[in-house]
């Protein structure tokens, strides 16, 4: 069983920064970012494998976001930059025990309860 945990959302204004954590459990061999904004679907943002070779971000958040690990501690970062109005909504962490990189959210197996991000205009 894996778990994973986010932490690190909260307020900031249009422009500005956070990172984001997501501690996990276990070996993921692969873990995602996903988020949802009220009335809205989740929608994916970013992935990464295990040894870090292979990274993916949807067209809205690339050149903004990156995505890191730490293996040895177990965290999955997510650091966004220049932050919009329209990036406000509860971002997830996922994970899947395989080697595929996937990009949608039925094909991850665990999640994190989510932590809020509300960038203000």
């Known amino acids: 069983q894996v778990q994973l945990a986010e932490s690190g959302g909260g307020l900031v204004q249009a422009g500005g920064s956070l990172r984001l954590s997501c501690t996990t459990s276990?070996?993921?061999?692969?873990v995602g970012w996903f988020r949802q904004a009220p009335g809205k679907e989740r929608e994916f943002v970013a992935t990464?494998?295990?040894?870090?070779?292979?990274?993916y971000y949807a067209d809205s958040v690339k050149g903004r976001f990156t995505i890191s690990r730490d293996n040895a501690k177990n965290t999955v970062y997510l650091q966004m930059n220049s932050l919009k109005p329209e990036d406000t909504a509860v971002y997830y962490c996922?994970?899947?025990?395989?080697?595929?990189?996937?990009?949608?959210?039925?094909?991850?197996?665990?999640w994190g309860q989510g932590t809020q991000v509300t960038v203000s205009s």
């Open positions: 276990g070996r993921t061999y692969a």
């Open positions: 990464i494998n295990w040894s870090e070779t292979r990274t």
């Open positions: 996922a994970a899947v025990e395989g080697w595929t990189l996937p990009r949608t959210e039925k094909e991850y197996d665990y």
